[in-house]
């Protein structure tokens, strides 16, 4: 029987570390948007307040601790790049949240940023070095909580706005892969198969679709059609 091993990595080299730079950095960058995302979801619905605080109080721990990551490894995050690749998606929930729109900012943060996330940090775990590894596998676990609050929000209110939930899906997943066009190189010298990470990107957004009310060819024509439109200009 063939045992798997991890890839050997050297954290040390000029191209891990410039890599590793502006990986950080997104990370970073994306939690901290997490923790500002869900204090507007604080506000914007009340009746989750103190929930949703809980959680943006995840996110703003898993900043620090991502922060460290990077100190650990003695890497300045490139937050600057990393913050202007995150400037749509922002841009697109405040604005939402201004207009009275709730569906759009659940379904950026709660389920594309979070199945982005947990798909990043699951493709990750392997080659991460020792120290990053132990904080990434418990920020997963908080993150399957914020996309749980998402899903369960969104199906309890699957039938007022299907319709909403699908076409924020499709206008806002090729904005976030533009990012993963910018991560790409950098994804592949830190040891990330980015086609891996897309595909099980794909795979949490499709179940998370399919648990709030969309049928299996629904779901093929919202999420699957749209990233591979996405793909094919990468």
Known sequence: MTVSTAPTIDYSTEAYRKAYALINGVVIMGENHA???FRLLADAIPADREEL???AAMEARHAREFVGCGRNLRVQADIPLARKLFQPLHDSLTSALEQGDLVRPLVIQCLIIECFAI???????PVADPYAK???????DDEHLHLNYGEQWLQRNFSSYREEIAEACRRELPTTLTILQELWSDLEAI???PEALVAEFNCLLNDSLGAIGFQPKEVMAISTSAVA???AHL
């Open 35 to 37: 923790d500002h995302h």
């Open 53 to 55: 605080l809980a959680l």
């Open 119 to 125: 798909a990043a940090y699951h493709c990750y775990l």
């Open 134 to 140: 132990g904080i990434t596998t418990w920020v997963i």
């Open 191 to 193: 040891g990330i198969a």
């Open 229 to 231: 439109r996405a793909l």
